[in-house]
């Protein structure tokens, strides 16, 4: 059972990137999915949220209106787009599987392996 991010890469401030999660091993359909991220020297913190059934997302208040989290039905792979990227965005970028809501980083059923996400000014 796996989630895999990927799509980081290095971006110059103002611009974009896509991070894609996907599974292998078992379907996530039942999962509530998000986002999470870890700066050197933070603690993980949670970045962007959305349900099983793709109706409801939430956001982290310093992504919010820069980033949109999708997925275009509950077996397909789960996306965050984003736009206006920062410095303070960089960080490793974590996608997370979790059978109850809201997403907490304490209650993540399962964890995806990392894609580095670096922003230069």
């Known amino acids: 059972v796996q989630l895999q991010a990927s799509g980081g890469g290095l971006v110059q401030a103002g611009g974009s990137l896509r991070l894609s999660c996907t599974a292998s091993g078992r379907t996530f359909s039942t999962y509530n999915m998000g986002w999470f991220r870890q700066a050197p020297g933070k603690e993980r913190e949670f970045v962007a949220a959305?349900?099983?059934?793709?109706?409801?997302?939430y956001y982290a208040h310093s992504v919010k209106g820069r980033f949109t989290i999708s997925r275009d039905n509950a077996e397909s792979p789960v996306y965050l787009q984003m736009n206006n990227l920062k410095p303070e965005d960089t960080a490793v970028y974590y996608c997370?599987?979790?059978?109850?809501?809201?997403?907490?980083?304490?209650?993540?059923?399962?964890w995806g392996k990392g894609t580095q996400v670096t922003v230069s000014s």
């Open positions: 959305i349900s099983r059934s793709g109706i409801t997302t």
């Open positions: 997370a599987a979790q059978g109850s809501w809201p997403l907490l980083s304490t209650r993540v059923d399962y």
